[in-house]
T-cell receptor
Framework: DADVTQTPRNRITKTGKRIMLECSQT?????MYWYRQDPGLGLRLIYY???????NKGEISDGYSVSRQAQAKFSLSLESAIPNQTALYFC??????????????FGPGTRLTVL | QQQVKQSPQSLIVQKGGIPIINCAYE??????FPWYQQFPGKGPALLIAIRPDVSEKKEGRFTISFNKSAKQFSLHIMDSQPGDSATYFCAASIAGNMLTFGGGTRLMVKP
């Protein structure tokens, strides 16, 4: 979905390095999420933000941090990357105005490899 | 701890077959159950969703069956096509808040 973009699309880094994954959206949504996808484990929530001043930990936040720079931008940082953070990372957005129909719109993903 | 358990992990069917993917949940407070479809190299996208006040919902060739007492729901794909080959995720949420996803099912529909 071109309305949610992620950069970079692929990244290879080394253990101990700090990296940042960026997400931008043009959908005008207030809610943004970061997930990681691993085979057999589905999508697991790392952090989420319901508006610019709101940041919440998800199921697997250890080793990660986030920043909501603007309504349209939500970045994910790995402070000191480790090999078990090798995964596919997705950013998603949703509109609180839809109430209980919380359809989430996903970006194309970032494939991260930590050597 | 997975609150939504999905099976099978992978599934192969012939064109025209009816693949069935099952999900079970634990939290009875869940009140919204969507299915997401993911093609290779893409992010997941909403396919169909159901609320617990109905037992079945159809959209085209896709049907969700919901069994509230058993805390289970399933996705059926009628007359499956090779273009349906994708990974399917079930999910659940409470009052439109964060989604809890199942582990995913990789479906292959052979021509």
């Amino acid at each position: 979905d071109a309305d949610v973009t992620q950069t970079p699309r692929n990244r290879i880094t080394k253990t101990g390095k700090r990296i940042m994954l960026e997400c931008s959206q043009t959908k005008g949504h207030d809610r943004m999420y970061w997930y990681r996808q691993d085979p057999g484990l589905g999508l697991r929530l790392i952090y989420y933000s319901f508006d610019v001043k709101d940041i919440n930990k998800g199921e697997i936040s250890d080793g990660y941090s986030v920043s909501r720079q603007a309504q349209a931008k939500f970045s994910l940082s790995l402070e000191s990357a480790i090999p078990n953070q090798t995964a596919l990372y997705f950013c998603a957005t949703s509109d609180s105005g839809l109430g209980q129909n919380n359809e989430q719109f996903f970006g194309p993903g970032t494939r991260l490899t930590v050597l | 701890q997975q609150q939504v358990k999905q099976s099978p992990q992978s599934l192969i069917v012939q064109k025209g077959g009816i693949p069935i993917i099952n999900c079970a949940y634990e939290n009875t407070a869940f009140d919204y159950f969507p299915w997401y479809q993911q093609f290779p190299g893409k992010g997941p996208a909403l396919l169909i969703a159901i609320r617990p006040d109905v037992s079945e919902k159809k959209e085209g060739r896709f049907t969700i069956s919901f069994n509230k007492s058993a805390k289970q729901f399933s996705l059926h794909i009628m007359d499956s096509q090779p273009g349906d080959s994708a990974t399917y995720f079930c999910a659940a949420s409470i009052a439109g808040n964060m989604l809890t996803f199942g582990g995913g099912t990789r479906l292959m529909v052979k021509p």
